[in-house]
């Protein structure tokens, strides 16, 4: 096994515009795990080639999402750590 620096340990994502296809090249061993883990159940992820510590898969590109994180208002906030706290309170009353 290859001694990497946490910064050397890539992930790379790629698609083009043309092919129904993704392919995630990673030496990202959490990623390993989670994709090995789906390839039972999930035939159209599959394994393009595998190194020691590293691994590229291919998959279809309509399941990559970008996600952005959700913008809250102060009153938001608020509100979720209250019904937060009473969840908690009729927990512990039981």
């Known amino acids: 096994m290859a001694n990497l620096t946490k910064y050397e340990q890539e992930t790379i994502i790629n698609y083009n515009n043309e092919e129904k296809t993704a392919s995630i090249f990673t030496y990202d061993r959490s990623l390993i795990r989670k994709l ?11 394994v393009v080639r595998r190194g020691e510590d590293w691994a590229e898969y291919s998959l279809p590109k309509k399941w990559l999402k970008v ?8 009153e938001q906030r608020a509100e979720m750590a209250n019904r937060m ?3 908690r309170d009729s927990t512990n009353e039981n």
């Open 36 to 46: 090995d883990k789906r390839l039972p159940d999930y035939p159209d992820i599959t």
């Open 67 to 74: 996600g952005f994180p959700r913008q809250l208002s102060d």
């Open 85 to 87: 706290r009473a969840a």
